[in-house]
């Protein structure tokens, strides 16, 4: 019995370790990662570790051009894998031998190595480049943001194709070294600590480390004239701001708002744990659009956050951003409250510390603002949809939904699950469910209810949310 099974399988295995793993069953790498929200973000079959983008960039003629270079590992056999990139590629190759590619459906770069590759082993792709990132719109919308002086890569869920090849989802998360040329007298600024700078035949270069783990959307590049301010933390981390030269009007209020980045960090160490990296900072481009990005290490804030006076709490979000969001990624883009529900909730606990109202008392106002028809209570915190997922409820309800948790199990508990989660998770990702049973772990408590009612329900919750019992 056990014979005729055991020798026809031995055989087999035998034939098998005679063709090398690669040439057998390679197999291409998945066009996406396996998102739901964005079927083709990110790819499948590797992980990258290390993105080195030597570029050069002419703020004239918003010329872009350079060489990305990307250190992986496969995760399956190969016969050939996707990056993620808008721009014109001249030249691939896989290491060291030159690769064929083809552009095909939404920004994919499809890459063919000369021959396959072998599962868990290291890869380098490098990526000759060029192209004008303003020319670049996906469905109408860019992320490269132009200006009269030079352009700005930020923008969520999607900013990486406009300016570097990809695996274009958090879940990847990379180191990141970015040497970038531009004209004499124009700057160019990235995330983590500036190593070096120098000029010669009138083109500076900035060299730039980024040395945690960064997913993709949190890597940016702005060009342009800046007046650049640098110091050091209490603790020796440098702190490096950069203000546009043309901010007019605006400029006084971005700095008095910008220039307390230490100063708020060192607050929200307080509240969530050391800071995560090693580098601080922001930056203000002369852009018209008017959000802010927690870019890591060196969030971006346009000027119109600043039009009413300086906006210290636009900062506090951004920063608690580089625990939530930055440090602790999402797992997949329908997890997008466990970065700015607690963003929007470390303003609520800054203007309580400012005198300017309680997190309760301000919980209590957004609650009473929305009536129970307003679309407002149809947005999900937990899973708002791709259409929804910047939408105000995810921010403000996703704050309420902390408060009532806060209310349920007390504040020692809660304020220790505030600092306990960014170190459980630190450098990695996580999904709501996670955090969820985080907080049950913590407290001792069942908090499905709860959480159902906060970030899943499609409708006002009854009663307030007022503390504990009131309700
Ligand atoms: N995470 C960003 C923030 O902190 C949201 C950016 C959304 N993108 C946009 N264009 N509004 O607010
Ligand atoms: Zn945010």
Do not use: C
């Amino acid at each position: 019995m056990h014979r005729r099974i055991l020798v026809p399988s031995v055989l087999t295995a035998s034939l098998l370790l005679a063709i090398p793993a690669s040439a057998a069953d390679a197999s291409p790498g998945a066009p996406g990662i396996g998102d739901p929200y964005y079927p083709a973000g990110g790819n499948g079959g590797y992980d990258v570790s290390h993105y080195d983008l030597r570029l050069r960039y002419q703020p004239r003629t918003d010329l872009l051009e350079g060489t990305a270079t990307l250190l992986a590992t496969t995760r399956q056999n190969l016969s050939r894998f996707n990056l993620d990139f808008g721009l014109d590629v001249g030249d691939v190759r896989v290491n060291g031998r030159k690769a064929s590619f083809a552009r095909t459906g939404d920004h994919e770069l499809e890459i063919t190595p000369a021959a396959p590759l072998e599962k868990n082993k290291p890869v380098s792709v490098v990526v000759t480049y060029a192209g004008k990132p303003s020319e670049l719109k996906i469905g109408g919308w860019t992320a490269w943001h132009r200006t009269p002086d030079g352009g700005v890569a930020a923008q969520e869920p999607d900013s990486a194709v406009w300016w570097f090849p990809s695996n274009d989802h958090p879940l990847d998360k990379a180191t990141y070294d970015v040497s970038v040329s531009v004209p004499d007298g124009t700057q160019a600024i990235s995330n983590g600590v500036l190593q070096s700078q120098s000029s010669r035949l009138g083109w500076t270069r900035f060299n730039w480390r980024s040395n945690k783990p960064q997913a993709s959307y949190l890597a940016t590049l702005a060009v342009g004239r800046f007046d650049i301010t640098t110091d050091r933390t209490a603790k020796g981390l440098p702190v490096l701001n950069a203000y546009s030269v043309d901010l007019g009007d605006n400029a006084g209020a971005a700095r008095a708002s910008v220039e307390r980045t230490a100063e708020v960090a060192e607050w929200l160490e307080g509240l969530f744990g050391p800071y995560p990296f090693n580098a601080l900072g922001g930056y203000v481009p002369n852009v018209t659009s008017g959000f802010a990005l927690e870019t890591q290490t060196r969030p971006f804030y346009s000027p119109r956050q600043f039009a009413n006076g300086a906006n210290v709490s636009v900062v506090v979000h951004e920063l608690a951003h580089q625990w939530y969001g930055d440090s602790v990624s999402v797992k997949g883009w329908k997890d997008i409250w466990v970065n700015e529900g607690f963003a929007r909730y470390s303003q609520w606990l800054w203007s309580q510390k400012e005198g300017e109202g309680t997190a309760q008392e301000l919980a209590d106002y957004v609650y009473a603002l929305h009536p129970a028809d307003d679309p407002f209570w149809t947005v999900k915190p937990g899973d708002p949809g791709p259409d929804k997922q910047f939408d105000i409820a995810v921010y403000d309800r996703g704050a309420l939904a902390l408060q009532a948790l806060r209310n349920e199990i007390g504040d020692e508990d809660f304020f220790a699950i505030l600092k306990g989660w960014p170190a459980a998770h630190a450098n990695g990702n996580a999904a709501v469910g996670d955090f969820v049973r985080y907080a049950e772990k913590v407290s001792g408590k069942p908090l499905a209810g709860l959480f159902d009612t906060w970030l899943y329900e499609p409708s006002k919750p009854a009663g307030g949310v007022g503390a504990a019992g009131a309700a």
